[in-house]
């Protein structure tokens, strides 16, 4: 699944295209949703939209913490530079 590839690779940006791509599919599919083998998928993609989400809170986290450790480090040289 292509999905899964740009997600492993963290790729944000594939994964923004990859998702416009098939939400214009869905719709195609919606009177199709009682067959055993689109219900199948549908449900594999719905655990790769939570596998996502995750991934995604995880990469935003990392981001918070990275914002915050520069501040810290900002205000550290600011307070520094003062006493010199």
Known sequence: MRMQQALN????DQLAEL?????QALPKIQGRRS?????????Q????????????ETEKA???RQITQQ???REG?????QHQ
């Open 9 to 12: 690779a963290g790729n944000w």
């Open 62 to 64: 990392a981001t918070q």
């Open 77 to 81: 040289v600011l307070a520094y530079l």
């Open 19 to 23: 998702d416009a791509k098939l939400q």
């Open 45 to 56: 993609l719905n655990a790769f939209y939570s596998e996502m989400i995750a991934a995604g």
């Open 35 to 43: 067959e055993p083998d689109i219900q199948h998928q549908l449900r």
């Open 71 to 73: 501040a810290g480090n």
